[in-house]
């Protein structure tokens, strides 16, 4: 009776499950594989690359001949120059030089390309890379999101590469999102192993909540709708004006 006993206690302790693993399940299916989230990646940051070249162009053909018109000025609300011309474009000042925030973009998208092929190489990089990736995508959304709503509402004029790059960065930053979550296992708790060692071991699981707002799809509906939302407010702030010849 007393060994039947011990016997159950052993096998109830061994069987425990770490705190946490059961709460989610694994994050499964082509649509949160490294292929897809970074492929996705890949292509909005070139999309974005593309439009900083394009943007860096035109700022030092604008700097050459300050009176001519760009290709993309077409009334005065859709106006590159307008923006172009103004003090938003150029926020970054050293050694007495302005510097084009064109410039700064090929730079950062030349780093997200990069870690795109990093992870469509199934790469698993270490957790202080992928966080940093993380927060460094977050920070080029905040700076497009702030130069986008200083056009909008400030300037008054919009800049159709500066909005593909608005557009291309706010993707590259949901696809890196999704990455860093399905493929990179991040943000991942620590367990309490069930034995009597003390010991702590990595669950490969993201938190449920989490881990549920991607498995569901439910990720796919807000970038939808984010997308939507952004695209409705600029129609309403310049109504007609838009399509104005």
């Given at each position: 009776?007393?060994?039947?006993?011990?016997?159950d206690?052993?096998?109830?302790t061994t069987?425990t499950?770490p705190?946490?693993l059961?709460?989610a399940?694994?994050?499964?299916?082509?649509?949160?594989s490294?292929?897809w989230?970074?492929?996705i990646?890949?292509?909005a940051?070139?999309?974005?690359l593309?439009?900083?070249?394009i943007?860096?162009?035109?700022?030092?053909?604008l700097?050459?001949?300050?009176?001519?018109?760009?290709?993309?000025?077409l009334?005065?609300?859709?106006?590159?120059?307008?923006?172009?011309?103004?003090w938003?474009a150029?926020?970054v000042?050293?050694?007495?030089?302005?510097?084009p925030?064109?410039?700064?973009?090929?730079?950062?998208e030349?780093?997200?390309?990069?870690i795109?092929?990093?992870?469509?190489?199934?790469?698993?990089v270490?957790?202080?890379?992928?966080?940093?990736?993380?927060?460094?995508?977050?920070?080029?959304?905040?700076?497009?999101?702030?130069?986008s709503?200083?056009?909008l509402?400030?300037?008054?004029?919009?800049?159709?590469?500066?909005?593909?790059?608005?557009?291309s960065?706010?993707?590259q930053?949901?696809?890196?999102s999704?990455?860093t979550?399905a493929?990179?296992?991040?943000?991942s708790?620590?367990?309490?192993?069930?034995d009597?060692?003390?010991?702590?071991a990595?669950v490969?699981a993201?938190?449920a909540?989490?881990n549920?707002?991607?498995r569901?799809?439910?990720?796919?509906m807000?970038?939808?709708?984010?997308?939507?939302?952004?695209v409705?407010?600029?129609?309403?702030?310049e109504g007609?004006?838009?399509?104005a010849?």
């Amino acid at each position: 009776m007393t060994r039947n006993t011990a016997t159950d206690t052993s096998s109830s302790t061994t069987n425990t499950t770490p705190l946490g693993l059961a709460e989610a399940r694994p994050l499964i299916g082509w649509r949160h594989s490294a292929t897809w989230t970074y492929l996705i990646m890949l292509i909005a940051s070139a999309v974005a690359l593309g439009a900083s070249l394009i943007l860096s162009a035109e700022t030092l053909q604008l700097a050459r001949h300050p009176e001519s018109a760009l290709g993309c000025d077409l009334n005065s609300v859709v106006s590159c120059s307008a923006v172009a011309q103004s003090w938003q474009a150029e926020i970054v000042k050293f050694g007495g030089l302005s510097y084009p925030n064109a410039f700064f973009g090929i730079a950062a998208e030349s780093v997200f390309i990069t870690i795109a092929v990093i992870g469509l190489a199934r790469v698993k990089v270490p957790r202080w890379f992928a966080t940093c990736t993380w927060l460094g995508g977050l920070a080029a959304l905040a700076y497009s999101y702030w130069l986008s709503t200083q056009s909008l509402f400030v300037i008054h004029a919009l800049c159709p590469w500066c909005l593909t790059l608005m557009f291309s960065t706010t993707i590259q930053f949901m696809a890196l999102s999704h990455a860093t979550v399905a493929v990179q296992g991040l943000p991942s708790r620590k367990a309490v192993a069930a034995d009597d060692s003390d010991s702590e071991a990595d669950v490969a699981a993201v938190p449920a909540g989490l881990n549920k707002y991607y498995r569901l799809n439910i990720d796919l509906m807000v970038d939808i709708l984010w997308i939507v939302a952004i695209v409705v407010l600029i129609i309403v702030t310049e109504g007609a004006a838009l399509f104005a010849v």
